[in-house]
């Protein structure tokens, strides 16, 4: 089902049922899973892979040329899996380096204008609100919200079921399970509504509000004292505060506080 007026390349690989809408550009070396929708004005390019069942709004440009200067013009990568959500004027680019494709996972929404640069690794059920932008090398976990006109600074980790508010300036890692906000970006409490939907026990999400308390509603206290304490309480067994704790161990840009 390929509108007379698209422009297909032969060396284009499409699923049964992909649908491509009026004035679509579909490049060499694309791979279109089966059930793709393409509604009209949508470009795809480069060595861009995608799963099943994507769908594309009118002017999507995805699988573009990275931006950064180093690139050598050498073959890059994009890989993209099932049921992902690109509404109108979002823009995906490839990967820096052949060895590292940027990724994005399944069952995503990219609202209209959001942006995701080179190198950047997204998980699964993912939101970008209109007019995100995330910078080069960003890594974004499962569940993560990201609200419209946020900009996330590069090489920054967003932690999964993280919620960042709109306009924020993001310049450190997001701590999972954790709303932050700001101009720079602060945390400001439990993501507990989020949680609560995503169905996590009571228990676990009471646990997290004490870590939280200990980690962050104490601006000036020194972090590594917090974070040892927290391991040694009975707080710091529990799965969800051992996630937020080693996410955080593991920060090398610092963690928003």
């Not at 490049?27 to 470009?43: I, K, M, P, Q, T």
């Not at 109108?88 to 399944?106: F, M, W």
């Amino acid at each position: 089902m390929i509108h007379p007026t698209a422009i297909v390349s032969p060396l284009a690989t499409l699923g049964r049922n992909v649908r491509v809408g009026p004035f679509c550009v579909i490049g060499a070396n694309v791979v279109l899973g089966d059930d793709c929708v393409l509604h009209s004005h949508v470009v795809l390019e480069g060595h861009s892979k995608f799963g099943r069942a994507n769908e594309f709004f009118a002017f999507a440009a995805i699988g573009g040329k990275t931006q950064d200067l180093k690139y050598l013009g050498e073959p890059t990568y994009l890989e993209v899996g099932d049921h992902n959500v690109f509404r109108e004027n979002t823009t995906v680019h490839r990967g820096t380096h052949a060895e590292l494709p940027t990724r994005i996972g399944s069952h995503n929404l990219f609202l209209c204008y959001s942006h995701v640069a080179h190198d950047c690794q997204l998980g699964d059920s993912i939101i970008l609100s209109n007019s995100v932008a995330l910078a080069g090398h960003i890594e974004v976990g499962d569940h993560a919200i990201v609200s419209g006109f946020a900009a996330v600074h590069q090489f920054c980790r967003i932690g999964m079921h993280a919620l960042i508010g709109g306009l924020s300036r993001v310049v450190q890692d997001v701590p999972p399970f954790m709303i932050v906000e700001g101009n720079p970006a602060k945390t400001r409490g439990l993501n507990a509504v989020g949680l609560q939907r995503r169905g996590f026990s009571e228990d676990a999400i009471k646990e997290l509000k004490t870590a939280y308390k200990k980690l962050f509603l104490k601006k000036d206290a020194n972090l590594a004292i917090a974070l040892s304490s927290l391991k040694a309480s009975h707080t710091g067994d529990i799965p969800q505060v051992k996630q937020l704790i080693d996410f955080i161990e593991k920060s090398e840009r610092g963690v928003t506080r």
